[in-house]
């Protein structure tokens, strides 16, 4: 999913079927990185087919009972090529992704339990790593020097390795469970989530040791 999302709003309340072309219209003119957010007075199971047939995925959110809201996004937006099948994952698998990444996004979620609920929903993950939910909010520190390369516990791990795409195999080699970087489906929904201070906790590291590593390991690389 891209980095930044935008949602076009389509506000349906008390419109008729010419409300579908209205929808169409706005399809036709999506960008890259955009999404449709429609809100009805009842839930909108009529256009579910329509938008998966033009290759959406969706999230709905009951208001009340006379107001629903359901974001739809294009499955290219979320996945790299081939990742679906690649991972075996199902329709609810994927509606799951995207409600967790859109409930970070909106900030209904912290960074840590959005993590959390990636960790349960798949069944790769052990469930004796999913404890990290509480750990973003606890106000912790950790004594971090600084560095030249400007590293700090809250860089999210897509923009570290963007940077230094060489570090990947470097925390994998750290611990086992880094090798869920190289899972494209936790990658693209976590990876401008979780920060390095998320992931020293993960790996069992104080933040500034963790970074300290990754300081070395940078220096070998262009030396």
Known sequence: MKDNLKFILLDGRGKDITFKTEILNAISKLKPGEGIHIIKEFEPLPLYALMENHGFIKTVDKKSDNEYHAWFINKSELFEPGAIDSMNLNNE??????????????????????WDMINRTFDSIDSDDSKISEYENKGEHNSVKFNKYNISPNVVIAALLKEYPFLKEFFITLNPKFKLLNNPVVFK???????????AKRGGFEVSDLIEKIVGEIDSYLT
């Open 189 to 199: 929904t976590m990876g401008n989530i979780a920060t390095l201070k998320m992931i």
């Open 93 to 114: 698998d994927i509606n799951k992704i995207l409600d967790i990444k859109l409930k970070a996004i909106r900030s209904e979620s912290s960074p840590g339990e959005a």
